[in-house]
């Protein structure tokens, strides 16, 4: 009976990072008891699939677990799942869920993600519109496309576009509506979301650029389009939101931990404001070093993962800071994205390549300094790209611009 244990450490959120912590707390020797509390249903799984391949059917879910059920029982670590963390109490050092239990900690990891953020237009809860955050989110989308024709997909970030792509592939009529005037606006520079851009319009796609929902229009209980300001309806028998997340921080904010609705705070090694309280991942502002200190969020396998190594560490006795190097991917059509650093505050971009052989890289520099890199179908350069990146190399542009020249020769 696990009901209203007590955990050494109480990981809340099944998802990467907290799958990770546990990993890594059992990696450090930390023999103390572990649970990870998850309101999903099933063990810890890979999220990037959902959009990709999971969505397409070519990668079954049990290939998506992060580990095999026998792992987390030869290690001890117990599985609350199905349930949602509502309160905490840090006097007490409780976690109330909302089946009526209540678990104590002596140390807590809060890694919960973030709820897709919803439209708040009229019929934003309509049947037939999807979010694409969870497994259960997936099956009940892939179950109403088989009477599905044409999908209208909100929102240009890499989730829509790699939903886009999947079901341009599958032969649906899609339409991608971003508010801004270009796609990946808020996180790549414009060469790249041109080339996006275009790609998508050449798999079928129409792709449609500074448009604002006015609202989701219905038929019979059912999403049946997206209404545009200007009055225009994209019909549709399907619609994809993909506008970001809010960070799941609730219960957190309410027991005092500093931070706001979009994160809680956490300091080099992932500490709360909250005695014995980490947060890592999606939900957790960090200052981070490769966006010059600047506090953020980064929504990345990558993040999730050393976060949760960083705070393992400090629970083991181990600390260190979390100055990880930040990388990224998107599989869009046959195009294999690989991203390395940041590009947040880039003052030039350099094009490293041919965009039109669909195989090159864009060099975000800063002060003449390589910040980082967006490679397109370019593994080389990403993998070489990022000794620039650690180092803060200044290399003549007209030298990385030039494909033929190695990365690794600019390193100095
Ligand atoms: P999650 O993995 O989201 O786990 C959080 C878990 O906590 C969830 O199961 C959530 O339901 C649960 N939870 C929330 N609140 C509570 C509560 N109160 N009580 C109990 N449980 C709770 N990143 C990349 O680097 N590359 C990619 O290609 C990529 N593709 C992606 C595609 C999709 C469709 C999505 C959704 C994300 C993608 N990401 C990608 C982002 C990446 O998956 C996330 O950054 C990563 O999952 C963050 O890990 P996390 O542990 O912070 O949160």
């Known amino acids: 009976m696990t009901d209203n244990a007590h955990y050494d450490v109480l990981i809340v959120g099944a998802g990467h990072g907290g799958a990770q912590a546990a990993i890594a707390l059992r990696q450090a020797k930390f023999a103390g008891s572990i649970a990870i509390l998850g309101d999903e249903p099933e063990l ?11 969505l397409s059917g070519d990668k079954p879910f049990e290939r998506l677990l992060i580990r095999p059920p026998t792992f ?3 290690r001890q670590v117990a599985m609350l799942l199905g349930r949602r963390a509502l309160r905490v109490d840090p006097d007490a050092r409780t976690v109330a869920t909302d089946d009526g239990a209540t678990f104590g900690y002596g140390q807590l990891i809060w890694a919960t993600g973030g709820a897709p953020r919803r439209l708040s237009c009229s019929g ?37 576009l790699e939903a886009a792509a999947v079901l341009a592939k599958a ?7 971003e508010a801004l ?19 998508h319009r050449a798999h079928g796609a129409d792709v449609r650029l500074g448009v604002q929902v006015a609202c989701i229009a219905e038929t019979d209980g059912r999403a049946c389009g997206v209404t545009l300001a200007d009055g ?21 904010l309410a027991a005092g931990a500093a931070g706001d609705g979009a ?34 969020r980064l929504e990345s396998v990558q993040n999730a993962n050393d976060q949760a190594t960083v705070a393992a560490k400090a629970i083991a006795g181990t600390p260190v800071d979390y100055h990880a190097v930040p990388w990224f991917w998107s599989n869009q ?58 180092a803060g190399a200044a290399p003549d542009p007209a030298r990385l611009a030039d494909a033929g020249v190695p990365l690794k020769e600019m390193v100095a």
């Open 232 to 252: 225009e309806t994209v019909a549709a028998d399907m619609v994809i939101v993909g506008i970001g997340i809010e960070p799941a921080v609730a219960p957190l």
């Open 333 to 390: 059509y046959d195009l294999r994205l690989q991203t390395v650093g940041l590009s947040i505050g880039h003052d030039a971009v350099v094009v490293r390549g041919d965009i039109g052989m669909r195989s090159f890289s864009l060099v975000y520099l800063r002060a003449g300094r390589v910040i980082a890199l967006d490679c397109v179908n370019a593994t080389k350069d990403y993998v070489q790209g990022r000794a620039l990146v650690v």
């Open 181 to 199: 005037p270009r796609v990946l606006a808020r996180v790549a520079g414009e060469p790249l979301s041109r080339f996006y851009e275009a790609e």
């Open 72 to 74: 987390w029982e030869e």
């Open 44 to 54: 810890p799984y890979e999220r990037p699939p959902l959009s990709k391949d999971y």
């Open 171 to 177: 032969d649906k009529q899609v339409t991608v509506l």
């Open 263 to 296: 994160g809680v705070d956490v300091d080099a090694r992932c500490r709360t404001s909250l005695p014995d309280v980490f947060a890592i991942g999606d939900c957790a502002r960090h200052a981070n070093a490769f966006a010059d200190g600047a506090r953020l």
């Open 124 to 160: 934003h809860d309509l049947a037939g519109v999807h979010a694409v955050r969870t497994r259960a989110d997936v099956d009940r989308l892939v179950g109403e496309l088989p009477g599905t024709t044409r999908v209208a997909v909100i929102g240009g970030g890499y989730i829509g």
